[in-house]
């Protein structure tokens, strides 16, 4: 296994429970195709319900990867009303990255990391100047984009516990 450090990310100065979303609009990848959408599009649609905007750090990362797998294999697709992600990375790559790896959820393409910093959640990358990506993070959203739950990393790498998450989104 490989050896990394730990890095403490300090506090996040996110959205919390109570407050709004902030919209955007990216290119939203599928397995098919990409187009630009809104989140605000897709909230509500098709009867409502919460939707879960997951952060991850560039696809092809090993945390990413691990995001995604989880919570394929919890099967968060079915058990969630709708589930999009956003990482920092393009759509050919977010593309390539759901083909390979059966990812039944859409994710959003943010390649200049501007939706983590709307969301405060974005830090440098291993000290690269200019060069920065999502904190791993989970927001529930309800139709009227107000925010109902959240979880954010305060270090690097770092998960959630998933059943206490899963217990707080209400699935």
């Known amino acids: 296994m490989p050896e990394f450090d730990v890095v403490d ?3 996040a100065d996110h959205p919390d429970t109570g407050e709004s979303a902030p ?3 990216r290119p939203l990848v599928t397995d098919e195709f990409w187009e630009d959408r809104t989140l605000s599009e897709l909230v509500g649609e098709d009867g409502g319900g919460q939707t879960i905007v997951v952060f991850t750090p560039m696809i092809g990362s090993f945390v990413g990867t691990y995001v995604w797998e989880e919570l394929r294999d919890r099967d968060w ?3 969630a009303d709708r589930v999009v992600g956003v990482t920092a990375s393009t759509p050919y790559a977010v593309s390539e990255f759901i083909t390979e790896t059966d990812a039944p959820f859409d ?3 943010d390649p200049a990391n501007d939706v983590a910093d709307a969301y405060g959640i974005s ?3 291993d000290g690269m100047a200019g060069v920065s990506e999502p904190r ?3 927001f529930a959203i309800d139709d009227e984009m107000t925010i109902t739950a959240s ?5 690097w790498p770092e998960f959630p516990e ?3 998450l899963e217990a707080e989104f209400g699935f």
């Open 162 to 164: 998933y059943d206490e």
């Open 107 to 109: 994710l959003f393409a």
């Open 9 to 11: 990310l300090g506090p």
């Open 136 to 138: 791993v993070a989970f």
């Open 151 to 155: 979880w954010v990393a305060t270090d």
């Open 23 to 25: 919209d955007f609009t």
């Open 123 to 125: 830090h440098d990358l």
């Open 77 to 79: 697709a079915d058990r």
